[in-house]
C-alpha cells in the first residue's frame, strides 16, 4: 500500500557486507523521516555509509533487513514504480558513451526515461545553456574536462524531471563559480511541483548552504539530526578561535587539555590555525606555548560555532576532503 505522507521514510535500515570473510556492517540501523519539498543532507567521512545509504533509497542496493518507503513505495516491493519518480546523480561518475557527443548522449537517456524526443530535446537544450555547455553539444564525452562532464552528469538526473533527485558529491570535481551557479539553480528547483533532494557532500558550507535539515552519519549510525542552526548550536559549549601566526613550526603538537587544533592552512607566508578551547583561559596558555616555539602572532579572532564546528564536535574528526 503506498503511503504518501512523506518523501523519504526508513525504519531501522541496516546492510551488511562480507569482505575477506568478514562481516562489515555499513548500516546498523538508520531510520529518518525526509518531508516533501525538502532539501536534506547527509553528512559523513567516506565510509561512514552515505552512499550504502542513497544506493538503497535509489533501489540499487537491497536492504539487509528494515523497512523503507520512497515517494510513498515500498523500496523492497515497488522498485520499479519509485524509479519512475527518483534520479541519481553521483560526483565523478562515468556515465554515457565517450564516441557519442553530449547532446546524443543526454538524448540517448531521455529514452531511457521514456521522454518523447520532442520535449527531451527542448530540455536538453535548455540545460546546456543553462550550464554553460551549449558550445560543447557536439563534443565527445571523452573530450569532456572532468567539470563538464559532471555537468552532463547533473542535466541527465534532471532530464525526467523527478520529484526525488538524490545527488552523492554533485559538485566534485567542478570550479568554484560553477558549483555556486548549480547549487543556486538546485535551490530553485527543488521550490518547484514538491520536490525533494537528497544530498551527500563533503563541503561543510556547501550542506550548510543547501540543506533544511542534517543527518549526520558515523560508523553506519545517525548520530545527529537537524537544521544546520540545531546542529551548530551543539558546539556553543565550546570556543572557537581562529589565529594567524608567523613562524608555525609544522611539528608542533599542541598537547595542552581542553585545547583542540582543529585545521592549519598555510596562507601568505604565515599560518592560519583554527582553534576549540574548552574555556576562554586556555587561551593565554595556548599563546605562551606557541611564543616559546618561536612563533608570532598576526591575527586572532574568536569565530562562531561552523556546521563544521559541529562535526567535529560529535565525530571527533574533520572530514578529509583531500580523499574524497
Known amino acids: 500500500m503506498k ?4 518523501a523519504v521514510k526508513t525504519i531501522d ?13 555499513a548500516l546498523k540501523g538508520i531510520s529518518l523521516t525526509v518531508n516533501r519539498g525538502e532539501f536534506f543532507g547527509v553528512l559523513g567521512r567516506n565510509g561512514a555509509g ?45 556515465s554515457g558513451y565517450g564516441i557519442l557527443n553530449v547532446r ?40 569532456l574536462s572532468t567539470g563538464m562532464r559532471q555537468k552532463m552528469n547533473l542535466i541527465r538526473g534532471l532530464l525526467n524531471n523527478p520529484e526525488i533527485l538524490f545527488l552523492d558529491e554533485p559538485t566534485v ?42 543527518a549526520i552519519i558515523e560508523g553506519g549510525e545517525i548520530i545527529a539530526l537537524g537544521t544546520p542552526s540545531e546542529l ?7 570556543h572557537f578561535y581562529e589565529l594567524t601566526v608567523n613562524n608555525f613550526p609544522e611539528s608542533l603538537n599542541v598537547n595542552i587539555e581542553g585545547v583542540q587544533l582543529i585545521s592549519k592552512i598555510p596562507q601568505n607566508g604565515n599560518t592560519v590555525l ?24 598576526e591575527l586572532l579572532r574568536k569565530k562562531e560555532p561552523t556546521l563544521e564546528d559541529a562535526f567535529v564536535n560529535l565525530v571527533g574528526k574533520s572530514i578529509d576532503i583531500s580523499g574524497a
Open 173 to 214: 570535481g567542478l570550479d568554484v563559480e560553477s558549483a555556486r551557479s548549480i547549487r543556486s539553480y538546485l535551490k530553485e528547483w527543488v521550490k518547484e511541483g514538491d520536490r525533494t533532494i537528497i544530498i551527500t557532500t563533503h563541503y561543510m558550507f556547501e550542506a550548510d548552504e543547501l540543506s533544511e535539515r542534517l
Open 274 to 297: 583554527k582553534i576549540k578551547l574548552k574555556e576562554d583561559s586556555l587561551l593565554s596558555q595556548l599563546l605562551t606555548t606557541l611564543n616559546q616555539h618561536g612563533s608570532k602572532l
Open 232 to 238: 551548530k548550536g551543539l558546539s556553543q559549549t565550546e
Open 50 to 94: 552515505k552512499t550504502t545509504f542513497l544506493k538503497i533509497l535509489s533501489t540499487l542496493l537491497y536492504a539487509t533487513s528494515g523497512q523503507a518507503w520512497v515517494g510513498g513505495w515500498d523500496v523492497q516491493k515497488d522498485g520499479q514504480n519509485i524509479r519512475e519518480i527518483i534520479n541519481l546523480v553521483s560526483g565523478g561518475e562515468e
Open 104 to 143: 546524443e548522449n543526454l538524448w540517448m537517456f531521455s529514452q531511457f526515461y521514456g521522454i518523447p524526443s520532442s520535449i527531451a530535446l527542448k530540455r536538453i537544450d535548455n540545460y546546456l545553456e543553462l550550464f554553460g555547455l551549449k558550445d560543447q553539444a557536439k563534443t565527445r564525452v571523452s573530450a
Open 3 to 6: 503511503n504518501n505522507n512523506h
Open 13 to 25: 535500515i541496516k546492510r551488511t557486507f562480507k569482505k575477506s570473510g568478514k562481516i562489515i556492517d
